[in-house]
């Protein structure tokens, strides 16, 4: 089995609104990463993350799951969430444990009532948050109010990182103001064209560019005094820049897809790979309220974040380590009682 380093680990969390169609990103995600050479869907009832029974019959998520790939040499863990407050605690028990929240957003409808409640809950967990506007390939797909109704709700901190093309059947590209690039997708969708920018485009995807940069630069000083200095940053500048803004929740990067087509999951994969938050990025705040710095360095300690009970399987435990190196027949401490377990 591949050992990863703790600093090329992200774990994310799914979230979103009842068919915002995060089952089917992360499906897409697997597979875009080439850990699955085969791509479920709802309909087809053979999705990795939603196996259940009940979740085939009514063709959504009820138990959250839990799902890995590599991504370039960085191991993803993705937490695929309901999207019902029906089953809240499915979705906070992943909220404890991601180090990246990652919203979906329904281009048809925008921002929903599920997802702004667990947007509240993410902020208060202070976790890096991105959102990505999904099923631009709908006819009823609007993403300029999409992008309109999350800044309403979540603030300015909301900045576009990607934009459609054009939207709706003929949605099959996507300019990218962070890369000043278009990718342009085939009709099965998979990996795009990387393309200039179009003349017709050119303006509104310089005006984004510059707002972007802005917001990365005016969270850090330095960056500020380089803004000033040269009047543009570098990827590589921004990209330090972005990680910092990114962990600090200063900035919340927008992404476009199709999951359903596979278009713009590699690039947000890409992202998160780069600039996405690794578990040494944050403290987590233990049960007992005290924060905790993850590190191979520290006395072996784990968060078992949920139990499960599997058909043909038996009991499973899903642990986050948080210190040291946990081996099998090890004997530990449970914080909260004081009572010894292997």
């Known amino acids: 089995m591949k050992v990863y380093e703790s600093s090329r680990i992200r ?24 850990s699955s050479n085969k791509r479920g869907s709802i309909l087809g009832k053979n999705t990795l993350s939603d196996y259940h029974e009940i979740e ?14 590599d991504w370039r040499g960085t191991k993803v863990n993705i937490l695929d969430t309901p999207g019902s407050s029906d089953f809240w605690g499915q979705v906070s028990e992943s909220l404890y444990v991601a180090d ?4 979906v957003l329904n281009s048809e409808a925008g921002v929903e009532v599920g997802t702004e409640a667990f947007w509240k809950a993410a902020e ?7 959102l990505v506007v999904n099923k631009l390939d709908s006819s009823k797909s609007d993403f300029q109010k999409t992008v309109d109704m999350a800044k309403e709700r979540f603030g300015r901190a909301v900045v576009i990182v990607q934009y459609p093309y054009s939207e709706g059947e003929d949605f099959h590209a996507i300019i990218d103001v962070l890369k000043m690039k278009m990718y342009e997708f085939p009709e099965d969708g998979g990996r795009p064209d990387k393309l200039p920018i179009p003349e017709s485009h050119k303006a509104q995807a310089e005006l984004l560019h510059n707002e972007l940069v802005e917001t990365i630069a005016e969270n850090d000083e330095t960056l500020l005094d380089l803004y000033f200095e040269n009047g543009e940053l570098d990827e590589y500048q921004m990209r330090d820049g972005l ?6 929740r200063d900035i919340f990067p927008l992404f476009c897809t199709c999951a359903s087509k596979n278009m713009g999951t590699g690039r947000m994969l890409g992202f998160l790979g780069n600039v996405g938050t690794s578990p040494l990025d944050r403290e987590m705040t233990r049960k007992d309220g005290k924060p905790h710095k993850i590190s191979s360095e520290k006395a072996p300690s784990f968060f078992a974040f949920k139990t499960t009970s599997e058909p043909h399987v038996g009991d499973l435990t899903f642990l986050k380590v948080t210190g040291g190196k946990i081996s099998h027949g090890m004997d530990m401490v449970n914080n909260r009682t004081g009572d010894s377990l292997r």
């Open 243 to 248: 990680q910092t803004s990114l962990l600090n």
């Open 100 to 103: 990246t929240a990652v919203f």
């Open 124 to 130: 208060e967990e202070n976790i890096p948050s991105l």
């Open 11 to 34: 774990n994310i969390a799914l979230l979103g609104h009842t068919g915002s169609g995060k089952t089917t990103l992360a499906e897409t995600m697997i597979y875009e990463s080439g």
């Open 56 to 69: 085939k019959e009514k063709e959504k998520s009820v138990f959250g799951s839990l799902l890995n790939l």
